[in-house]
Nanobody, 114 residues
Framework: QVQLVESGGGLVQPGGSLRLSCAAS????????MGWYRQAPGKQRELVARITDSSSTNYADSVKGRFTISRHNAKNTVYLQMNSLKPEDTAVYYC????????WGQGTQVTVSS
């Protein structure tokens, strides 16, 4: 059973940066499109970035130009570099396949506030 563990969240001021990591326990990760999702309080979970097995990427309009998704297949890890953070980026961030087929991890909290 593949497990996902997200890390790297925290409290950051507007305009700041964070780098999130997601480690998968199995090599099945290498063959799937991976995505970063987020869920803000009172809102539905949304996909903000995705990366194919060949490292093609797509982004939600709300994060385009500020977030960068990448993957390291040998380490079974996917990253999300978040720059120019805004208060509206505050959410719990999760990784999963796209579409999501693995049990959700615990996520990592990102709070953007002054």
């Amino acid at each position: 059973q593949v497990q996902l563990v997200e890390s790297g969240g925290g409290l950051v001021q507007p305009g700041g940066s964070l780098r999130l990591s997601c480690a998968a326990s199995g090599s099945i990760f290498n063959f799937y499109v991976m995505g970063w999702y987020r869920q803000a309080p009172g809102k539905q979970r949304e996909l903000v970035a995705r990366i194919t097995d060949s490292s093609s990427t797509n982004y939600a309009d709300s994060v385009k130009g500020r977030f960068t998704i990448s993957r390291h297949n040998a380490k079974n890890t996917v990253y999300l570099q978040m720059n120019s953070l805004k208060p509206e980026d505050t959410a719990v961030y999760y990784c999963n396949t796209d579409p999501p087929i693995i049990s959700w991890g615990q996520g990592t909290q990102v709070t953007v506030s002054s």
